[in-house]
């Protein structure tokens, strides 16, 4: 066909760097620790949910709302209205979407438009560039930059700050919108009060937008507290809160996500909605509401799942610290989320000459030699840096450590192995 094929909006966009390590997870025998999902089965209600749900009503095989199963929209009204301080009304308040990636999607279709800008805070999620080059905008990128810890100390993911200066000289009259991942992704910082007032106060100064991507709200660690950006004074009118029942219940393949926000911006949202995907399936909304249901029954309660699980995974965190410590690694203690990264500087001084094209950043290069031989998969933390700060940050690998015990057990089997070879 003469003609171009693809649309512009694609252009430039179609390397993902998530294939090639994907696939070499597959061609060696390796213990993945790159992908950031959980190994282990969800909660036994959540399964009886779904079991319930697929086995139930023969109704929810059916369409349902567009905009969301009645009872999950009512339930996450009540539910989220709570924490955020606001009465949410359930048709006009909350979206429910194909994952948290989908309400991402849906918000920057309905809102960027051609020559917008859109700041964004890394490391960051890789699909927040992509999403803002496909809608017509320009991303513009603030790093948190690191303080080194003390000789011999660990570092720790909230040592990674924002500049007050350079954050604010990044809005322009073009700004529309912010994106903000707390608990962040790879980092796993989680953003303090004073650092969410500083991004609110300059959101409110210039009448941007604020895109709050909060999936791992519930994994917090070391009694630090998630705050959702939108809950503080003057920014429920201007943020979307972005959810997953996938990282709130250990179900990610279920894909369903939410977003929150007052309705002169949601109408937008459901605009691209139901000219896209319509509404989504129905009996994994209604799974995702009783389990819902359950945690507002048990909420601040030792049965409550949203306090159990950050339990359990701070100490998968802190035997993956220990275990990744024991071959040079320099793991950073994440507050939240489901990863951590590491340093591996030491390597990158010792070993500066591995496999691989002469501009690819360092941290690539060794995630596939580790993949190769060691048979440990991380991901490089380059990846989630813009083009032209990729050289700065190439020297952190990302480990997921949301796994199962005899996950966690066989990478200590390799990680022995590699110690035993390091010595004379």
């Not at 070499?24 to 209600?45: A, I, M, R, T, W």
């Not at 709302?65 to 709570?82: D, E, H, N, Q, V």
């Not at 948190?144 to 809005?171: H, I, M, V």
Request: aromatic share 12%.
């Amino acid at each position: 066909m003469a003609k171009q094929l693809q649309a512009r909006r694609l252009n430039g966009i179609d390397h993902n760097p998530w294939v090639e390590f994907v696939r070499l997870s597959k061609e060696y025998d390796v213990v993945n620790l790159g992908q950031g999902f959980p190994d282990f089965s969800p909660p036994d209600f959540a399964v009886q949910a779904f079991q319930q749900a697929t086995s139930g009503d023969f109704m929810l095989n059916q369409y349902t709302m567009a905009f969301g199963y009645p009872p999950l929209t009512k339930i996450l009204a009540s539910f989220f209205g709570k924490l955020l301080g606001q009465e949410l009304d359930p048709l006009k308040n909350v979206l429910v979407t194909v994952g948290a990636y989908g309400a991402l999607f849906t918000a920057f279709q309905a809102l960027v438009d051609e020559g917008d800008e859109v700041i964004i805070i890394e490391p960051a999620f890789d699909c927040y560039e992509p999403m803002t080059l496909m809608a017509g905008g320009r991303p513009v990128f603030v790093s948190l930059r690191p303080s080194p810890a003390p000789k011999g100390q660990l570092e720790y993911s909230n040592d990674w700050q924002l500049d007050p200066t350079e954050l604010a000289s990044k809005f322009t009259p073009r700004t529309k919108a912010l994106v903000l991942n707390t608990p962040n992704n790879p980092l796993g910082k989680v953003f303090s009060k004073m650092e969410l007032e500083l991004v609110a106060d300059l959101c409110q100064q210039h009448d941007v937008l604020c895109i709050s991507d909060e999936v791992y709200q519930w994994l917090v660690y070391d009694g630090h507290q998630h705050i959702s950006i939108a809950s503080l004074p003057g920014m429920w009118e201007r943020t979307l809160t972005i959810g997953s029942a996938g990282k709130s219940f250990s179900a990610t393949g279920w894909k369903v996500g939410w977003v929150m926000g007052p309705d002169n911006i949601m109408k937008h949202l459901r605009t691209v909605h139901q000219n896209s995907v319509f509404h989504c399936p129905t009996q994994a909304q209604a799974a995702v509401a009783q389990c819902f249901e359950r945690e507002q029954q048990n909420f601040g309660q030792p049965s409550s799942y949203f306090l159990q699980l950050p339990k359990a995974m701070q100490l998968n965190r802190d035997h993956m610290i220990r275990s990744l410590q024991s071959v040079g690694l320099k793991p950073l203690v994440p507050q939240g989320s489901y990863f951590l990264i590491a340093d591996i500087s030491d390597f990158k001084t010792k070993m500066p000459n591995l496999p691989g094209a002469e501009d690819e950043p360092y941290d690539r290069r060794f995630a596939k030699w580790m993949i190769k031989n060691k048979g440990l998969v991380a991901i490089p933390v380059s990846i989630f840096f813009s083009q032209p700060h990729q050289k700065d940050f190439d020297h952190y690998i990302r480990f997921c450590f949301v796994k199962d015990e005899a996950t966690l057990q066989a990478m200590d089997e390799r990680l022995r192995k590699w110690k035993r070879e390091l010595q004379p």
